[in-house]
């Protein structure tokens, strides 16, 4: 191409040497001589524009200009031809034939002298470059393959007489798109590669994820592209496959854990013969690969395990976390495996606690998981018996286990304890053994016993009698073992039963630092009453003799007059039997009406029934003659009745004379 060019030139100088001089005061050659779009361009158009200047003071005067055409042999492409005036420029259309030509121009004055003439290159180049495409691409594009070199197959010859000015390329998602706008000429900013027919490499720094099209020409130094475009697909996968490890335990393992890693890509794909992998690496180890999307392997050895698990996908995408070309990898995926396999140490506490004997410890020690928090059993039976184990209600912590032993629910005598206790990953290990390797045996009862005397008369009577409406004080002590040591700070129940309630009236007393306590119990009916105490962790409860409290009847009698006529009016007796609401029968309280004679015994002459107030009357007419001067006493009785919560009772005796 470069050869071609440097003939031509050297023949169109060789063709200036040899024209004939200008005759003496002829005019001098055009200055300026150019053509549109320079003469060292190829254009790929044969029509060109010619300009030119004509001197100036030029005499005679410019009358007529010349002008002709030669190719690169010098022979004459376009005759000589004469414009009739003093033009400055020409339009002309050289032969169809490729090549560079030479215009001459020359001047002719008024007089008819024709001048020196000036020349000028027309390149002309309209033929086509070979098609060209880009050369074959990886099946996917990873991200470490950007930036990424894109190769242009170069065209076949022969070549344009103008050369490779180089390549137009456009990338989209098209896959018959076009890298020019015009069917067949491609501008020189379209030319995305201009290094000749050598510049056939594209570096793209980067491209979208999904399916691109690349489509490129040849442009000739003309600028005249390729006829057909060539297309590459360019499958980009940026992105790392996604990981999911199977096997790992939620907390410790108590045997070896299987592990099992599984790959996933949508756009690439982890095929193995791809270049894709599946790889787990254990406590910074050499990796376990396996082809494709699947990787397996066994954590054995107890401890702590760091397992780090990646992939990577036909692209070459791979989040390994090393450093490829001064850029690092995603981190991989990480997951810890906890095994333990070795069964804890299980031991009973040396002793009891004195301040709660009933609570049974057991220390539960691992020096790796360590004990369960949520698993683990006490249990107890009949010492020296092989009957089965009773479980206790255990709580498991931190530390060990813990189970309450209600002794109350177990007949005395010696009992053995067993315990089973878990560390974290479910080994197991079971003693009978206290911590010194002594056996768990606990003679029942564990707890000290208390002893609780109530009564009356500070403690001393279990029964008392009281007029309706009187109060009375119910007192006790509570002490501890053979010498009476007093229990203080101790809640005391004080429980009094009435008959024919179903619920007992409980009141509550703490005692003193001597043990005592005591409690003024309040006006009612008879009932029964009694202390207890439920005990607490270091002392056993305790209960004491029922006291009874009587309570007689409140009866008041009244009546009408003093003195009554024989045979006159009558004499009305009224009254009233003192009870609480809810106390009187639905029947009424039935009341005794009796009268005596100084010196006599009472006697009875009516029974009546009161009102639900406890109210009652009766009238009663004198109309013995023998009663006339005889003074009469009077009283009621509330006698004993089903029901009626009192101990009998009677009113004072009020007196009647008859007259």
């Known amino acids: 191409m470069r050869r071609r060019a440097a003939s031509a030139a050297l023949l169109a100088a060789l063709g200036a040497l040899l024209l004939p001089a200008a ?62 005036w003093a033009a400055q420029s020409v339009s002309l259309q050289v032969p169809d034939r490729p090549g560079i030509y030479t215009a001459e121009v020359w001047l002719e004055d008024s007089g008819g002298a024709q001048g020196a003439r000036a020349s000028v290159f027309l390149r002309f180049d309209d033929t086509r470059p070979a098609d060209v495409a880009p050369l074959p691409l990886p099946a996917w594009v990873g991200r470490n393959a950007f930036p990424l070199s894109v190769q242009i197959g170069q065209p076949a010859g022969p070549l344009p007489v103008s050369g490779i000015r180089g390549y137009a390329i456009s990338i989209d998602r098209s896959p018959l798109g076009a890298p020019c706008a015009d069917s067949k000429l491609c501008s020189t900013t379209e030319t995305d590669l201009l290094g000749g027919i050598s510049g056939d490499i594209l570096v793209l720094p980067q491209l979208p994820e999904g399916v691109s099209y690349l489509h490129a020409v040849a442009v000739s130094g003309a600028g005249v592209r390729s006829k057909a475009v ?27 854990v299987a592990l099992t890693v599984r790959a996933v ?96 410890r057991v220390r539960v020690l691992d020096p790796l998981s360590g004990p369960s928090a949520s698993r683990g059993s006490i249990a107890v039976r009949r010492a020296g018996t092989d009957q089965p184990f009773d479980p206790l209600p255990t709580a498991a912590s931190g530390s060990g286990l813990t189970a309450r032993w209600d002794t109350g629910s177990f007949p005395l005598g010696a009992y053995e304890f067993r315990a089973i206790g878990y560390d974290a990953a479910g080994n197991a290990a079971v003693s009978t053994e206290r911590a010194d390797g002594s056996q768990m045996i606990l003679s029942n009862p564990v707890k000290a016993t208390s002893v609780l005397v109530a009564g009356f008369a500070a403690g001393s009577r279990s029964k008392r009698t009281l007029r309706y409406g009187r109060r009375t004080l119910f007192s006790g002590r509570l002490t501890t073992g053979w010498r009476q040591i007093p229990i203080s700070s101790a809640r005391v129940r004080i429980i009094q039963r009435y008959p024919g309630r179903r619920s007992p009236r409980v009141s509550t007393v703490t005692t003193s630092e001597n043990g005592g306590f005591s409690l003024r119990l309040g006006a009612g009916a008879s009932r029964e009453v009694l202390a207890s105490y439920d ?108 029901g009626w919560p009192y101990e009998p009772g009677r009113s004072r005796p009020v007196a009647v004379r008859g007259k």
Do not use: C
Request: hydrophobic share 40%.
């Open 23 to 84: 005759a003496a005061g002829a005019p001098p050659p055009p200055s300026g001589l150019r053509v549109s779009g320079g003469s060292e361009t190829w254009h790929p158009n044969s029509r060109f524009d010619l300009a030119w200047n004509i001197p100036e003071e030029t005499s005679p005067p410019v009358a007529a200009i010349h002008y002709l055409v030669k190719n690169a042999g010098g022979e004459v492409a376009i005759a000589e031809r004469r414009i009739e």
């Open 230 to 256: 060539g297309h590459a697909q360019v499958r980009v996968d940026q992105t790392d496959p996604f990981t999911e490890l199977d096997g790992v335990p939620p907390g410790w393992a108590d045997r070896p």
């Open 265 to 360: 890509d949508a756009d690439s794909g982890m095929a193995a013969g791809g270049g894709a992998f599946t790889a787990l690496r254990i406590d910074g180890g050499a990796p376990v690969i396996g082809a494709g999307n699947v990787a397996e392997t066994t954590v054995i050895g107890e401890g702590i395990h760091h397992v780090a698990y990646y992939g990577r996908d036909a692209a070459g995408n791979v989040n390994d976390g090393a450093t490829l070309n001064g850029e690092a990898n995603h981190p991989p995926s990480v997951a810890m495996v906890r095994i333990d396999r070795t069964a804890p140490r299980v031991a009973f506490a040396n002793s009891q606690g004195p301040d709660d004997p009933e609570l049974i």
């Open 535 to 642: 005990g607490n962790r270091a002392f056993a409860g305790a209960s004491s003799r029922t006291a009874k409290l009587l309570v007689r009847s409140g009866v008041r009698l009244r009546v009408s007059r003093r003195v009554a006529a024989i045979g006159g009016a009558p004499v009305i007796f009224r009254g009233r039997v003192g009870a609480r609401p809810g106390e009187i029968p639905r029947s009424g309280k039935s009341v005794e009406l009796q009268f005596r004679l100084p010196g006599l015994a009472w006697q009875e002459f009516r029974t009546v029934e009161t009102d639900r107030r406890g109210r009652f009357r009766y009238p009663y007419r004198f109309s013995d003659d023998d009663s006339r001067g005889v003074r009469f006493q009077f009283r009621a009785l509330a006698i004993a009745q089903d």
